[in-house]
């Protein structure tokens, strides 16, 4: 266990790390237009943070034990082939759960 001294010392100074960095963004930027290129380049922000909190899952999955399974990589391909193709999230995740699903209860 954490010390508690350890605990209530290190939760505030995150608090106020995590403020400051946001408001150092937000609070002092928010009112002014932002450079093109920052612009663009934050556009970029979804694509890629999704796949860091997705790869996980499915590369270390914690229901067969952290090893790759065919179904989860299935059903990952499927995702990436059904959103290069189609350019709709909502479909790629809709391909991605129907081939993860129907591989599960094909395999077992």
């Given at each position: 266990m954490v010390d508690k001294g350890q605990l209530w010392?290190?939760?505030?100074?995150?608090?106020?790390?995590?403020?400051?960095?946001?408001f150092s963004f937000l609070g002092m930027?928010?009112?002014?237009?932002?450079?093109?290129w920052l612009t663009?380049?934050?556009?970029?922000t979804a694509v890629a943070?999704?796949?860091?909190?997705?790869a996980p899952g499915v590369l270390w999955p914690a229901a067969t034990g952290g090893h790759p399974d065919p179904a989860r990589l299935?059903?990952?391909g499927m995702t990436l082939l059904v959103g290069v193709i189609t350019r709709s999230v909502l479909g790629a995740?809709?391909?991605g759960a129907v081939t993860?699903?129907?591989c599960l209860a094909l395999m077992g």
């Open positions: 010392t290190v939760m505030p100074l995150l608090a106020v790390g995590t403020y400051l960095i946001r930027l928010g009112n002014r237009p932002l450079p093109a663009r380049a934050l556009r970029y943070v999704l796949p860091g909190l997705v299935a059903a990952a995740i809709l391909g993860l699903y129907a």
